[in-house]
């Protein structure tokens, strides 16, 4: 198993000869990655905690048996991410990142972040996103299915659909407009609106 401690990794994988070629059971605690590709990488079974990812591409990176504790991507793309296969995620953020094709379904999120963020066509059914933050987040086609969403923030978050049969929304926060949009799945109509 690889170990790195406080590094900062700024390039693709691929130029770093070859070390960083397989993530695979590595640990990275307080590191930071700016600027790079973790594209189809095998990260499985590897813990990242409290690292920080600033501009990096995770899309398709294979994570089952993976922990991320404490970390915070910012301005990434994480697209087509299975996180329910993570070994554990807790304490993560998520601000400005696209996290479209993601798939949360059945994971404790409570209290996570996902902050001004393009969150399209991802899976949270069945989660419990209790205190979650989607503040500013694009959200459509996103499904909550079966999810607990008590006292979320979804002030200014725009595009979501939210089954209010198969969903508790409880002292959670929703910003007019947009909040409009839970009245959809009451098949009502609304004069004024669309």
């Known amino acids: 198993m690889n170990s790195y401690e406080d590094e900062t990794f700024n390039s693709d994988a691929s130029s770093l000869n070859g070390e960083l070629n397989s993530l695979r059971s590595s640990e990275f605690y307080n590191c930071h990655f700016e600027n790079f590709n973790f594209v189809g990488k095998d990260c499985q ?111 200014s978050a725009t595009n979501y659909s939210i089954d209010l049969a198969y969903t508790k929304i409880r002292k959670a926060k929703f910003s007019f407009p947009e909040v409009i949009a839970l009245l959809e799945s009451q098949d009502i109509e609304i004069e004024g609106y669309r």
Not at 89 to 115: P, Q, R
């Open 45 to 155: 079974f590897s813990k990242f905690l409290e690292c920080t990812f600033k501009n990096v591409n995770f899309s398709n990176a294979l994570i089952s048996g993976s922990t991320f504790r404490d970390c915070k991507f910012n301005h990434s793309k994480l697209t087509g991410i299975n996180w329910s296969d993570c070994s554990s995620l807790s304490a993560v953020e998520f601000d400005e990142c696209i996290l479209d094709l993601s798939i949360f379904s059945g994971m404790n999120l409570k209290k996570m972040n996902f902050k001004n963020s393009k969150i399209h066509q991802a899976d949270f059914s069945e989660s419990n996103l209790e205190e979650a933050v989607f503040c500013g987040s694009d959200l459509r086609e996103t499904t909550f299915a079966g999810a607990n969403l008590m006292k979320a923030d979804l002030r």
